[in-house]
T-cell receptor, first 112, second 113 residues
Framework: AAGVIQSPRHLIKEKRETATLKCYPIPRHDTVYWYQQGPGQDPQFLIS???????DKGSIPDRFSAQQFSDYHSELNMSSLELGDSALYFCASSPRSRGTQYFGPGTRLLVL | KNEVEQSPQNLTAQEGEFITINCSYS?????LHWLQQHPGGGIVSLFMLSSGKKKHGRLIATINIQEKHSSLHITASHPRDSAVYICAVIGGNSGGSNYKLTFGKGTLLTVNP
């Protein structure tokens, strides 16, 4: 069965650079969630989208933005990267009618 | 105080032992996830439950909504079960698409051969 796809899987950037993370949900899933997991930390909710509209917002810095496109994939744009942005970024997708979230493998971002 | 509390934080067991990991939460929820994360790896959803009990292979998850408590049990534990097990809850506002998860801090399980 198709799973959630994230790209890239690994990314190394320098301070003040920008990064774009992509998430491709399971087919027919219309909701996408983004989570950030810092080293040794539990995941924290960043933002979610339903039917291409932002549905909820968590602890996402103003330097970050995200959107969901017509094919339901989502992109997380991160600007002015800081060392503290180094983390594992997960996305998850779900069908609206159910709550089960299916997680992608994550993108590991390292900011030097 | 965290909304989701797990215990224990660390657990070491011998192969074959019965394992229990507990999760308590302080908010109203519509459902609860048990997740598994291997070191440096992705997250896998083991169970989502809103009442009663679910079983999958050697894994059993129970939830008591009135007591705001859930347990994850592993029978006949095996070294490959070594991972971080995370309890995550979905808020009580299950209307719309607000299914964001609030995570516990995880339980690191090590099963020795």
């Amino acid at each position: 069965a198709a799973g959630v796809i994230q790209s890239p899987r690994h990314l190394i950037k320098e301070k003040r650079e920008t990064a774009t993370l992509k998430c491709y949900p399971i087919p027919r899933h219309d909701t996408v969630y983004w989570y950030q997991q810092g080293p040794g930390q539990d995941p924290q909710f960043l933002i979610s989208f339903y039917e291409k509209m932002q549905s909820d917002k968590g602890s996402i810095p103003d330097r970050f933005s995200a959107q969901q496109f017509s094919d339901y994939h989502s992109e997380l744009n991160m600007s002015s990267l800081e060392l503290g942005d180094s983390a594992l970024y997960f996305c998850a997708s779900s069908p609206r009618s159910r709550g089960t979230q299916y997680f992608g493998p994550g993108t590991r971002l390292l900011v030097l | 105080k965290n909304e989701v509390e797990q215990s224990p934080q660390n657990l070491t067991a011998q192969e074959g032992e019965f394992i229990t990991i507990n999760c308590s939460y302080s908010v109203g929820i519509s459902a609860l996830h048990w997740l598994q994360q291997h070191p440096g790896g992705g997250i896998v959803s083991l169970f989502m439950l809103s009442s009663g009990k679910k079983k999958h292979g050697r894994l059993i998850a129970t939830i008591n909504i009135q007591e705001k408590h859930s347990s994850l049990h592993i029978t006949a534990s095996h070294p490959r079960d070594s991972a971080v097990y995370i309890c995550a809850v979905i808020g009580g506002n299950s209307g719309g698409s607000n299914y964001k998860l609030t995570f516990g801090k995880g339980t690191l399980l090590t099963v020795n051969p």
